[in-house]
């Protein structure tokens, strides 16, 4: 049975510092966007023992606007994909003034709103880069630090990664034939539509990054080409004035109601194909949602032309696989990101086509004590699901909870390997894809499953 989301009440503040058991293990958090605050909150709550350090001098990860820390993607005009109250904390919904969808202003607010609501800033140590992590022969992990005061190593009992997976781009491989003249930018690198005036702008990917940049493009570019290899299912974000995904299934439920939905979604925003989008080869449901409520009337305006794959470079102009050829300065190439870990050497994660193999998306089986915090790309939002994986953690830290043997952890894995290449297609960039209210019911039942003294 469908149900409509409900905004949960506010956890009272903490307004008297909690001091850890130093009895319990240590950890270390490496990075304090969304999932590194909810790892911090949930630790520092718990009275576990960490260090949370940040490569920049502020919060908010790839949700502050020019990030000091020069891994953010936000551009002016960001706003989030999926609605406030199924963005929000468990135990810190958004303002209800909020718009159903929010800026990246009003998400980095929440965000440090949460930090002081729950009285952690201190714990955060800033301007401070995670340089390497290894396993200590002796059990444990040491952390390589560098800070302004200079390098130091650290042991900790326990290391939670929450460095995003939004930060290194993937540009084309092999790169096109021919040569171009003209500006090319990742959609990493892209700021503000003043980086298109005036422009002949090529956009190439059909993500959302691809769409609000293409969008943008329409009201300050001289023109703009949207080059789509692979047609995309692109959803409203708002339906019947409402915002598209407040309707929801329970976790339970299988997939294909939820595809099921995902499917009338995508009726209900009506096809792109009269706009010259390529048909999907894939169902609803079967790849990572796109959202625009804008791209519609631009299309249909003509100042987006849609185009199909690159063919050549020719110096000022762009040739496509269909023999079109666009004007061209600036090509924005909107193709996603690599999963990499700077700090972690291939002995100890071996990362290859963005496919990191992982127990519910954040433990290897042969790795313990290493966490990875929010390594996952929902149908639906990050942070809830970065905050149920740190409740975990932080009740294994407790001894209030076992992981599974380490054999029926690559069983699980295997099994839910099977069942996402039968929910998604085959693409590095559903290696990381999960069902969101589905995973989070997962997730509560392996805490149920693994309570110690129950």
Not at 13 to 40: E, R
Not at 81 to 100: G, V
Request: charge should be negative; proline fraction near 7%.
């Amino acid at each position: 049975m469908a149900y409509m989301i409900r905004q949960s009440r506010r956890a009272p503040a903490v307004t008297a510092p909690i001091d850890p058991d130093p009895s319990l293990p240590k950890v270390c958090i490496i990075g304090a966007g969304s999932s590194g605050i909810a790892a911090a909150k949930t630790l520092y709550t718990s009275g576990i023992p960490f260090d949370c350090f940040e490569k920049g001098s502020e919060i908010g990860g790839n949700w502050l606007f020019d990030n000091p820390n020069g891994t953010s993607a936000c551009y002016e005009t960001l706003q989030i994909n999926t609605s406030c109250p199924r963005m929000a904390f468990s135990d810190y919904p958004m303002p209800e003034d909020y718009p159903p969808y929010a800026s990246h202003e009003q998400v980095f607010a929440y965000f440090r709103d949460y930090v002081e609501h729950f009285g952690f800033a201190h714990t955060i140590t800033f301007d401070t880069e995670v340089t390497d992590v290894r396993r200590n022969s002796r059990g444990g992990w040491e952390v390589d630090i560098t800070a302004r005061a200079g390098a130091e190593t650290r042991h900790y009992d326990a290391v939670m990664v929450a460095n995003g997976h939004h930060w290194d781009a993937k540009w084309p491989d092999p790169e096109y034939p021919g040569r171009f003249d003209g500006e090319q930018i990742h959609a990493h690198d892209y700021r503000s539509g003043d980086q298109l005036v005036g422009r002949d702008v090529v956009v190439v990917g059909a993500g959302n990054s691809a769409m609000d940049i293409a969008v943008e493009g329409s009201h300050r570019a001289r023109s703009v080409n949207l080059s789509i290899r692979r047609g995309q299912w692109v959803m409203k974000k708002t339906v019947f004035g409402r915002a598209a995904d407040q309707v929801v299934l329970p976790g339970w439920a299988p997939w294909w109601m939820t595809s099921a939905r995902l499917r009338l979604g995508a009726m209900l925003s009506g096809g792109l194909r009269k706009y010259g989008l390529p048909k999907p080869p894939h169902k609803p449901g079967q790849s990572h949602p796109v959202q625009s409520d804008a791209i519609r009337e631009r299309l249909k305006a003509n100042a987006i032309i849609v185009r199909p794959g690159i063919e050549r470079l020719e110096s000022d102009r762009i040739v496509f696989t269909d023999g079109a050829v666009a004007p061209a300065d600036l090509i924005v190439w909107a193709t996603g990101y690599k999963v990499s870990f700077p700090f972690l050497s291939s002995e100890v994660v071996d990362v290859e086509n963005n496919d990191l193999p992982l127990w519910k998306r954040m433990v290897h089986p042969d790795r313990p004590g290493l966490f990875f915090i929010g390594l996952l790309q929902p149908v639906g939002a990050v942070m809830p699901l970065s905050e149920m994986q740190a409740k975990l953690v932080a009740k294994i830290l407790l001894g209030d909870c076992e992981l599974p043997t380490r054999q029926d952890m690559f069983k699980q894995m295997a099994k839910d390997d099977r069942r996402n290449k039968k929910q998604f297609y085959d693409s590095p960039r559903h290696t990381m894809e999960v069902d969101f209210d589905h995973y989070l019911w997962e997730m509560q039942r392996e805490m149920d499953r693994g309570a110690v003294g129950e």
